[in-house]
């Protein structure tokens, strides 16, 4: 007698699945092969944090340094105030730069001129594509002892008319301006797509029932758009101290550094101007634990009290 081996109904649906839709699975294929080279073979490269890392050695011929690295960073006597210059930033961010585009988008969607609102949308998208370079010479102008914003600023405050950018109470707010300038109108590009997918039949229901654009917008447009704007800022809370050295490197001078300097311009210069690697290493990998915490934890409140989540 012949023993027939039956296949397992999960694999027949895997591989029926698969030849259904093999050519949506090959499009994955280099999605899945940017995360394999550029997201998880480089956590190989985290070993570095624990050794006294030397190009010439390699990672496996450098000297095992334990947790001495963390230990300098957690010891070191800048440690509270770069952790609180990050904080301080991140926060200001979310605050002020989070809620921007989605006001943007919201007042977007009010205009029913079409040629007025592609013009706001050009207008507000252009900073984003300039040089970040060119963003902080412009920056840097507005605010020296002769730009137009620092002349406003004296005239309105009547102060001497210093550079802004040598005033370290005001970087901050220098900061999170030019955030909001650069970013607001691509990152409001998320939020108009969102909008679209809501149901028009809802606004068709509340204008004949009398309710007025606001209402409108307060009862369909800003529930429609919460799904959107919980995943956005779950993930934004999940980068909270991965502050960009870029920007604020250029920007920022020794006189501002009590306000200026934050975890990744001093990982900058600890790594790549000491050749420390070991250190920096160190620091991004407790930069990484401590956005997992907050990503995981922010994940959990907005399941539970939006009901809305990553997974």
């Not at 080279?37 to 480089?42: E, Q």
């Not at 840097?140 to 002349?151: A, H, P, Q, R």
């Not at 050749?275 to 990998?285: C, E, K, R």
């Given at each position: 007698?012949?023993?027939?081996?039956?296949?397992?109904?999960?694999?027949?649906?895997?591989?029926?699945?698969?030849?259904?839709?093999?050519?949506?699975?090959?499009?994955?294929?280099?999605?899945?092969?940017?995360?394999?080279?550029?997201?998880?073979?480089?956590?190989?490269?985290?070993?570095?944090?624990?050794?006294?890392?030397?190009?010439?050695?390699?990672?496996?011929?450098?000297?095992?340094?334990?947790?001495?690295?963390?230990?300098?960073?957690?010891?070191?006597?800048?440690?509270?105030?770069?952790?609180?210059?990050?904080?301080?930033?991140?926060?200001?961010?979310?605050?002020?730069?989070?809620?921007?585009?989605?006001?943007?988008?919201?007042?977007?969607?009010?205009?029913?001129?079409?040629?007025?609102?592609?013009?706001?949308?050009?207008?507000?998208?252009?900073?984003?594509?300039?040089?970040?370079?060119?963003?902080?010479?412009?920056?840097?102008?507005?605010?020296?002892?002769?730009?137009?914003?620092?002349?406003?600023?004296?005239?309105?405050?009547?102060?001497?008319?210093?550079?802004?950018?040598?005033?370290?109470?005001?970087?901050?707010?220098?900061?999170?301006?030019?955030?909001?300038?650069?970013?607001?109108?691509?990152?409001?590009?998320?939020?108009m797509a969102a909008l679209t997918g809501i149901d028009q039949e809802q606004y068709e229901a509340a204008r004949i029932d009398g309710a007025s654009r606001l209402r409108q917008m307060w009862h369909i447009t800003l529930p429609g758009l919460m799904p959107t704007i919980m995943i956005m800022l779950i993930l934004r809370i999940g980068n909270m101290l991965n502050v960009g050295y870029?920007?604020?490197?250029?920007?920022?001078?020794?006189?501002?550094?009590?306000?200026?300097?934050?975890?990744?311009?001093?990982?900058?210069?600890?790594?790549?101007?000491?050749?420390?690697?070991?250190?920096?290493?160190?620091?991004?990998?407790?930069?990484?634990?401590?956005?997992?915490?907050?990503?995981?934890?922010?994940?959990?409140?907005?399941?539970?009290?939006?009901?809305?989540?990553?997974?």
């Amino acid at each position: 007698m012949t023993t027939q081996h039956k296949r397992k109904p999960g694999a027949s649906k895997y591989a029926k699945d698969f030849l259904h839709n093999k050519y949506l699975y090959l499009l994955m294929l280099p999605i899945i092969a940017y995360y394999v080279v550029f997201h998880y073979m480089p956590m190989y490269g985290a070993i570095i944090a624990f050794k006294n890392f030397s190009p010439v050695k390699g990672i496996w011929g450098s000297e095992w340094a334990g947790m001495e690295h963390f230990q300098a960073f957690f010891s070191s006597y800048y440690f509270w105030r770069l952790l609180t210059n990050t904080l301080l930033l991140s926060l200001n961010t979310l605050l002020f730069e989070f809620p921007a585009p989605i006001l943007l988008a919201l007042l977007l969607n009010e205009v029913r001129n079409r040629r007025f609102k592609n013009m706001v949308q050009t207008i507000a998208y252009m900073p984003y594509f300039i040089s970040l370079v060119v963003i902080c010479g412009i920056v840097k102008d507005f605010t020296g002892s002769g730009g137009f914003v620092n002349l406003a600023y004296t005239f309105v405050t009547g102060t001497d008319g210093q550079a802004l950018l040598q005033k370290p109470e005001l970087f901050r707010s220098i900061y999170v301006l030019s955030e909001i300038w650069q970013k607001i109108g691509w990152e409001s590009i998320i939020y108009m797509a969102a909008l679209t997918g809501i149901d028009q039949e809802q606004y068709e229901a509340a204008r004949i029932d009398g309710a007025s654009r606001l209402r409108q917008m307060w009862h369909i447009t800003l529930p429609g758009l919460m799904p959107t704007i919980m995943i956005m800022l779950i993930l934004r809370i999940g980068n909270m101290l991965n502050v960009g050295y870029e920007k604020i490197i250029l920007l920022y001078n020794p006189v501002i550094y009590e306000t200026a300097d934050v975890i990744s311009t001093s990982v900058y210069r600890k790594g790549l101007l000491e050749a420390n690697w070991g250190f920096s290493s160190a620091v991004g990998l407790f930069n990484s634990a401590f956005n997992l915490l907050l990503l995981v934890g922010a994940n959990y409140l907005s399941r539970k009290w939006s009901k809305n989540s990553l997974w």
